[in-house]
Structures are given as C-alpha cells and as structure tokens.
C-alpha cells in the first residue's frame, strides 16, 4: 500500500469543472434546492430525512480496460471489455460526549461535559460496471453499514435510508451508463455476513448497550435485496429507450415456490419478476451461434461464487476439453445450477441468492426494416422451391432442403472477400520492374555505414518537471465498447492503482466504537482525498411517515367487545348449596347461602371456577388381603 506522503494521479471534479462543481459556502455544504448540486445528490436529498445533514463521498475510475467476463467459444476471440468502479459512502453527524477539564489548578478532574457533533460513515456501496459492445452489466460488488444510524433517532416503521440510498445509486448509474441498442444488465447476489467493508462492526450486532446493527439472515438479506431493486423495474420501465424490464432471481437448493416467498408482493411483481436465470438471454453469442456451452455464459466477477465454481471446473478439466468449451462432469447449465446447490457457500446452513435486472433496449427503424428484409427474403426463396410429390421414382438428392443460415457477427461486412490494395500494388509492381527498389534498399544501406559522429559531444538537458500531469481525462468519453459521461462520474477520480489503496485502507481500520468509527472516518476521508477537502452535504427533503401497517393499527374500525352482556349460568355446586371450597388459600367468593359475592374483578372476568367434586369410599367397600403365615 502506498503511504500517504506520496502523490497520487487524482484529479477532483471540482477542480477540472468549477462552473458545474462549485461549492455554495466555505463548509462545502451544498443546498438541497440550488442550482450547484448536481443530479446525484438531489436525488438522493430527495429520498433521506427531512431536515437532517448527510455528507457523500462519490469515488470512481475512469473505464480500464481489463479481462473478458465471458470465455469467447472456440475459435472467437474474447470481447474487449472495460471496467468502471464506484464507491458511494454516506456519513452523518453523530453527537459525541466529551468532558472539559480545568485549566487551573487540579485539572484532571473533569469540570463538565460538552457534546459536539463528529462525522461517522454509516453506510457505503461499491458498483463495478464492466461495458462492452454488446452491453453493459452493473454488478454490486459490497453494501455494508456501521450500525450507527440509530444516532440520528428517526421514528420507527418508516422507509430506511439504506435500502433508498441503494436503489437510488443503482438507478442513476443505470440511466447514465445506458447506451443505444445495448442491454443493461443489473446483477449481484445475496450472503449474509456480519461485515463486508466495516472491520469490527459486527460486534455492534444490536445485542447489549450501544450495538445497534442490524444483521439480517440470510433469507431477510434475499428478500431486502429484491425490495430495493423492485423500484428499478418499475422505474426504467418508464422510460423511452427501454423496450422491456424483467427481474430474475435464483436461489440454489430451494424449489421454485419457496423462492417466490423472497419476491415483494406489488400489483405488477407477478410479471416483473421470473424464477430463473437470464445467462443464454443476455449473451450475444446465443445469438450469433446455434449452440453455445455454458462455459461461455457464466462470467467472472470478482469474489463471486459462481465464478469461483467455474474456476475449479476448468482446473479439473483438461487442457483440450477447455479449448472446446466443455468441461469434464458439468454438460449444461441446468447440471451447474444444480450442483452449485451443493458448494459450501450455499450449502453450509445459508442460502445465496443470485437477483438479475435486465433492461431490453428499443430497436431502431433502421434495425427492424432490416429485420424484416432478411425474414421476407427467407420467405421468398424458400417459397420459390419447387414442391417435390413423393412417388415411386422420387430422388432425394433433387429435393429442396431448407437450412438454417449461418450466423454472422453483427460488425462483420457481407461482401465478397478481395485482395487487399497493398497486396494488389505489390504484386504489379512486382511484375513490371522490381530493380529501382532494390537500388533504393542498396543506396539506404551504403549511406547508414558511411555516417559517422563526429565533433563535440554536447549533453542533453534534462527536462524539469514543473506540474504533475494528469491523464486520467485522456481518454473519450464514448466509444463503441463504453460510455462515460461526465454526469456519472464521482466527485473525486481516481485511477486503479489508487483505488484499491483508497478501499483496502477503509478494510483496515475499526469501526467497533463510535470514537473509533468517528477517526477511522476522519482518516479515512483525509488519506481518500490526500489531504485535501472533498464530497458533498446535503439536507434531507423527504417527510418521514409511518408505514402502512402502523397506520392501519392507527385507524382501524375499534372492536365491539361483549363479555359484560354475556350472562352466564352459575354452577350446580352454588346452586344447591355446597359445601365451601378454598383454593390456594384465597376466601370463598361464596357467601353460605351459595349466592356469589360481587367483587370487583367479576364486571371483568366473570368466569366462576368450579368445586372439584371428591368421590368418598365407604369402609365396606374395601377389601384387606388376608395375612399368609409364613
């Protein structure tokens, strides 16, 4: 890890574009309603507390380009992919208890106690966005909290700024990462543990005094996760350049109807969400090949299971059977899904569930005239065939056979192969008179050998470097193989190198405290930044209310109750006068007269207990046995 002293190639948004990222005050506060604030934090001041201040730290890299998700089939050359990374952390202000001590005489008793206000993380997402030219695929890498948001004392039963802050970061990097006639694809999975990026908060697990984090298992983990991203469905289906939204979610080990109890039960979820996977919908290579294996549909994300099981089948397998895209005992997708149920990480006691969001883009005109030319002109010459009757003198080797047309990649021309130019010049020119060229070959090597240094050697000047440079902007903002607008980007850009610092740093420090916390954030923010200030303040704009079920205890129609209009019957024993009956030491409720005595707890509870009858054996009735002398 790099020290702190050093000088890292990170460039603020701030600096780069004062006119867009201009700070509103000298506290690097940011109003709610100003025109400053860009689309990010007005998104998310719409959606936290009313009234209360938060501080967000975007951090993200440029596109990178890194290694293929997708093993290409064999002969295929695999996809350039490119890798984009983001890391959202949220921060509140956290009241801290401090004592003042004196300054005269006998200053290590405390005179009283001060509470001031430090800064705390207590939330934070990592998203890595891997774009190539057939889509464009968000996977949430980690989502953590400290714990610590119980300090901002918000009323129960109301919407939770975690999930908010989720599913808002995840829309908006979907709504500006999204490009023409590309899919987007929106993908994680679910394991529950007790901390991911906050070392030490899991100690703060909400059992005793001061532990206030809230750790769910593994089937509230599933059921969070698919409530935060079922606003996504709902949203992007609005939008103009989507075509269709759908929801997949799989959980190995469990049956189809135990994993439709994880799905949210919305008017619409019925059609939203599917119980499966969409790995053969969203490859471009099951739509340019008959058949694909499935080696080549599974991806390789970073810390993920299912790429960690594919990375142990290929070990197993041999080298010949990898180039052929197949593996040893694992023959479909369906046998990987199965068997996946079976691996440690999702059979130890806990369930893993695996949520994916597609976004089908609308085809343009253009595509879809061609579409329809390509089918029409299949229709015709298939139609033009002539129709063969069968007969005793049929030949089948005269008949039409229909087949299916090869597939072609998309960016590969239909046209007949030529020679190339170069290769056309060449060989005229060599044909005609290949003797001036080699004069001129001749002539360059004879002057090469005569050239000889000569004179005073003069040292050259070494050049000072005055300013650090930075080519982190380098780069354009659009390609074929990505999109990186600068509405998306962080608030402090950072190159790869630098960021694995910045996060294998946050890995490093305690969180098991609030004082701890409070300087693991300070440092933390200080050594991100190298000193300098960044990230933003932002006020909540959003009114808490309760939740439905809360409000329909509150107003519910109030019940009749009728136990003072039952009239019940009095025991025989009262009755007809029996004898009194004490029970655990308490006075008779019954006068000797056998009415019952008015006490106050009869207008509540009028039941009556009755006497246990006793059933007495005469003497006659018994039967000594006889003595045997011995």
Not at 156 to 175: C, K
Not at 389 to 406: E, M, N
């Amino acid at each position: 890890m790099a020290s702190s002293s050093t000088t890292p190639s990170t460039v603020s948004k701030r600096d780069r574009d004062s006119s867009s990222a201009k700070m509103s005050s000298s506290s690097n506060q940011v109003d709610a309603g100003g025109s400053t604030m860009n689309e990010l934090l007005a998104k998310l001041a719409s959606v936290l507390p009313k009234d209360l201040k938060f501080s967000i730290h975007h951090l993200s890299t440029p596109p990178t380009r890194t290694d293929a998700l997708y093993v290409p089939p064999p002969g295929e050359k695999p996809d350039k992919t490119y890798c984009e990374k983001h890391f959202l952390a949220l921060s509140i202000e956290a009241p801290v208890t401090g004592a003042v001590k004196r300054s005269s005489p006998g200053a290590d008793e405390a005179k009283s106690a001060e509470t001031t206000t430090k800064q705390v993380i207590a939330f934070a997402v990592e998203v890595f966005i891997f774009t190539t030219a057939f889509q464009t695929v968000l996977f949430v890498s980690k989502a953590d909290s400290t714990g610590y948001l119980h300090l901002l004392k918000l009323p129960r039963g109301g919407p939770s700024p975690i999930s908010q802050v989720s599913s808002t970061f995840v829309s908006y990097l979907i709504q500006h990462r999204r490009r023409k006639n590309i899919v987007s694809v929106v993908n994680l999975f679910g394991r529950a543990q007790s901390q991911y990026l906050f070392p030490g908060s899991g100690e703060n697990d909400g059992i005793g005094p001061g532990r206030e984090k809230h750790i769910l298992s593994d089937r509230g983990l599933i059921k969070w996760w698919c409530r935060v991203l079922n606003p996504l469905l709902e949203d992007q289906r609005k939008d103009d350049r989507v075509a269709a939204t759908k929801g997949y979610l799989l959980v190995p080990g469990l049956e189809e109807r135990d994993m439709r109890a994880f799905i949210p039960r919305t008017v619409t979820s019925a059609n939203d969400w599917e119980i499966g996977h969409p790995m053969e919908r969203i490859s471009h290579y099951t739509r340019e090949f008959d058949w694909v294996p499935p080696r080549c549909l599974i991806p390789r994300y970073p810390d993920d299971p299912k790429s960690r099981y594919r990375d142990e089948l290929d070990e197993e397998s041999a080298k010949w059977k990898q180039d052929m895209g197949s593996w040893k005992s694992i023959r479909t997708l369906s046998q990987f899904w199965d068997t996946m149920a079976f691996r440690q990480e999702c059979s130890s006691g806990r369930l893993t569930g695996f949520i994916w969001l597609v976004f089908d883009p609308k085809e343009s005109e253009t595509e879809e005239q061609a579409t329809q030319a390509t089918t029409a002109s299949f229709a015709t010459s298939f139609a033009s065939a002539p129709l063969m009757t069968p007969t005793g003198s049929f030949d089948a080797s005269t008949a039409f056979t229909p087949s299916t047309p090869p597939k072609r990649r998309v960016d590969v021309p239909a046209r007949t192969p030529q020679a190339s130019p170069l290769k056309a010049s060449f060989t005229a020119g060599e044909m005609t008179n290949p003797q001036p060229d080699m004069a001129k070959e001749t002539s360059k090597t004879e002057k090469e050998k005569k050239k000889k240094l000569k004179g005073r050697i003069t040292p050259r000047v070494p050049r000072v470097k005055k300013h650090q440079r930075n080519y982190l902007f380098k780069r354009p903002n659009t390609t074929a193989y990505y999109h990186w607008p600068a509405e998306g980007r962080g608030d402090l850009i950072v190159d790869e190198h630098d960021y694995k610092r910045v996060v294998e740093l946050l890995l490093q420090l305690d969180f098991e405290t609030l004082d701890k916390a409070c300087s693991a954030t300070k440092r933390w923010i200080s050594e991100a930044g190298m000193g300098a200030k960044w990230g933003h303040e932002i006020v909540g704009r959003r009114v808490q209310t309760v939740t439905s079920a809360t409000a329909d205890r509150g107003s519910a129609a109030p019940v009749n109750n009728l136990t003072g209009l039952v009239r019940k019957k009095k025991p025989a024993a009262v009755e007809s006068g029996a004898a009194d009956v004490k029970t655990n030491g308490l006075a008779d409720p019954f006068t000797e007269d056998g009415t019952a005595t008015a006490t106050p707890s009869d207008a509540v509870n009028p039941l009556v207990l009755e006497a246990p009858k006793v059933n007495v054996l005469g003497a006659g009735l018994i039967r000594k046995k006889p003595k045997t002398s011995s």
